[in-house]
C-alpha cells in the first residue's frame, strides 16, 4: 500500500512539472522580427550615404526599434551617423574603401541584426587646359571639400567666360597661378555659405602656389564664398606676394563678398589704384604672412564694417600705401570704423584732396616719418567721448611719425574727440615739429574736446596766416609735447 502511494505521488509530481514546463513554453515569445539594412552600395568619396532599413519587418505587426552602428571603416575615418535610431540615417563617406554598418531592430519578441556594405572610391579630378577660350562651365564634381575637382599644373590664362559652381575646389600646382585677363576674360565665381568655391594648393601649405591676378575691366567679376588658400609662393604682380592681385592699369572691376582669404605668404588681398571695387562686404582675412589687405586710399571707403582683418595675419592692419585721396566734389569720402577695431595703416604719406568724414571709432596709424596732408577739401573728424577718433603712429612712442598739415580753408575741418599722438619726427613745415600744423592763407581748423600729445615739437603749431578757434588751449588736452602746447605766429 505504501509504496503504491508513493508510485502515485511520483506520477502526480512529474505530471505537475511537464504542466509548468508547457505553460513556460506557452508564455516565451517567439522572435518575430526580421533586420533588413538595404542593398549594398558603391559612392564616390565625399558623397553623403542614405542608408535605408524601412525594408525590416514584424510577422505579428508589432513596432519596433532601429539601431545602427558602423561594424568597420576606412582607417583615420572621421564618418558618423546623423542618427543611430532613424529609419533612414545618413553619413558622409570621408575617405576612400569600405564602410560596413550593422542594423539591429528590436521589440519584445526579440532582436535581428543585418548588415550593409558601402564602397567609396575616389573621383580623379580633371586637369584644367592652361588657356580658357570659349565660354567654359566647372561643376562640383566631388562633394568632399578637402578633394579637388580640377587640377592646374601649368598657369592657367582666361580669355573668357568662366563660371565656377558652388562647391569647386581647383588644386594648383606648385608656383602656378590663375590670370583673369582684360578683353574677355570674365570670373563668375558665386559659392553659397554651405557650398563654398576654394582656391587650394595641391599641397595645403602656405605659400605654396603663386596666387590669382585680375585684369579684366568686367562689371560681371564676382567672387562670393570663394576661399583662396596656399598662394604666394612668388610675386604675384609686381613685385608682391598676395593670395589675388587686382590690377588698376586696366580698371579692373570686381565684386567680393564673403570671402575667406588665409595662409598666404604674402597679403591676403592686393587692390592697386585705379581699380573699381564695385562691392566689398562681410570678408575675413587669416594668417597672411604680411597685412590681411593692401588696398590705396581711394577703396577704402568701399569696405565694410563687418570684415575682419584681425585674425593672425603678419600685421592685422588695412595697410594703406603712399597715395592720394582723390577729389570727390559730389560727395564726402567716408572711412568707416570696422567692428574688429582693426586699424588702418599708411605706409609712407597721405594726402588728401577730397572732403573726408572719418566716422567715430576710426584708428588710423602712421609708418615712421609720414605726413598727412589735406591739400584740397577738409578733413571732418568727430568722434564721441565713448568712441574717440585715434589718429597715432605705427608704433605708439612720442616723435614717430612726421604729423598733420592742413592748408584748406574750409569750416569743415574739424576735430572733436579726437586723440592725435606721435607726430613731430621732423619738421613739418618753417622748420617746425608738430603733431598739427595749420598753415597758409586762410587756412583754419576747429579742434576742440580733443587730446594732442607725444610730439616732437609743438603739440599744434599755427602760421600767422591760419586761424583756429580761440579757446584751443582750453577746450583740449595737451600732454607730453616736447616744445610746448601750440605756438600761434
Known sequence: ????????????????????????????????????AGADQNV???????????????????????????AKKPAGSTAALNSTTNTKPKFTADLPGEYELELTTSNANGESKDKVLITATVIEPIVLEANIKAKTTLEDRIANPAIP??????????????????????????????????????LLAKGDSLNPIRLIGKETTKGFWAGVV?????????????????????????????????????????????????????????????????????????DNSEAGILLDADNVANLDANSVFTNGNGRNVVEIPAS??????????????????TPYRVLESLTVDANWKIMPGVVIEMSAGARMSIDEGYINAIG?????IVIRGAENTPAFWRGLICYTTSQKNVFEYVDISGGGSIPQVSGKKTNIAVYGSQARFQIKKSKISGSGGYGIYVNYQASVNEDIETVNTFEDNVQGKILKE
Not at 503504491?4 to 504542466?19: P, V
Not at 514546463?21 to 518575430?32: A, L, R
Not at 558623397?47 to 532601429?66: A, C, N
Open 324 to 341: 592720394q585721396l582723390s577729389k570727390n566734389i559730389t560727395a564726402e569720402v567716408v572711412w568707416k570704423a570696422f567692428k574688429d577695431k
Open 214 to 286: 585680375f585684369r579684366s575691366s568686367s562689371s560681371a567679376n564676382t567672387l562670393e564664398y570663394v576661399q583662396v588658400l596656399h598662394a604666394g609662393s612668388k610675386a604675384l604682380y609686381s613685385g608682391k606676394k598676395a593670395g589675388m592681385a587686382i590690377a588698376g592699369a586696366s580698371k579692373a572691376q570686381i565684386t567680393i563678398k564673403n570671402c575667406l582669404f588665409e595662409k598666404n605668404d604674402g597679403y591676403g588681398l592686393w587692390l592697386e589704384r585705379g581699380i573699381i571695387l564695385t562691392s566689398f562686404s562681410s570678408n575675413v582675412f587669416k
Open 149 to 186: 575637382d580640377y587640377i592646374v599644373n601649368a598657369s592657367v590664362t582666361v580669355n573668357a567666360e568662366l563660371t565656377l559652381k558652388p562647391g569647386v575646389v581647383i588644386a594648383f600646382a606648385r608656383d602656378t597661378r590663375l590670370e583673369v585677363n582684360d578683353n574677355g576674360g570674365i
Open 44 to 70: 564616390h568619396t565625399g558623397d553623403v550615404v542614405s542608408l535605408d532599413g524601412s525594408g525590416s519587418t514584424d510577422s505579428e505587426s508589432k513596432p519596433f526599434d532601429y539601431r545602427w552602428a558602423f
Open 384 to 388: 564721441t567721448e565713448a568712441s574717440k
Open 1 to 36: 500500500m505504501l509504496k503504491s502511494k508513493k508510485i502515485l505521488l511520483t506520477a502526480l509530481s512529474l505530471t505537475l512539472f511537464l504542466g509548468s514546463c508547457k505553460e513556460d513554453e506557452e508564455v516565451k515569445p517567439t522572435n518575430t522580427l526580421t533586420a533588413r
